[in-house]
């Protein structure tokens, strides 16, 4: 796993479920995944122990770590929750 980029929540973010990750307003985002495919709009990363998909319209990056852009192809078995 690469982490691409951190970045700062710019509000509260709550997920529809188990498959995104929460933050509040301020909160450092670490990234490690930009989808592409259905998902464009979607990134994965970390806040503190969490991981999980998030809005990438909510964050406002302030360090990136990796000039490689690591992107993945979703299909809808990537979006399941267990």
């Given at each position: 796993t690469v982490l691409m980029?951190?970045?700062?929540?710019?509000?509260?973010?709550k997920g529809p479920d188990c498959r995104f990750v929460n933050f509040k307003k301020g909160e450092a985002v670490y990234v490690y995944y930009k989808l592409i495919g259905d998902s464009t709009e979607l990134w994965a990363g970390s806040v503190g122990s969490d991981f999980g998909?998030?809005?990438?319209d909510l964050l406002e990056i302030n360090h990136n770590y990796s000039n490689e852009e690591l992107e993945l192809p979703t299909d809808e078995t990537d979006f399941v929750c267990f």
């Open positions: 980029c951190r970045g700062k929540a710019m509000r509260d973010f998909y998030f809005p990438k």
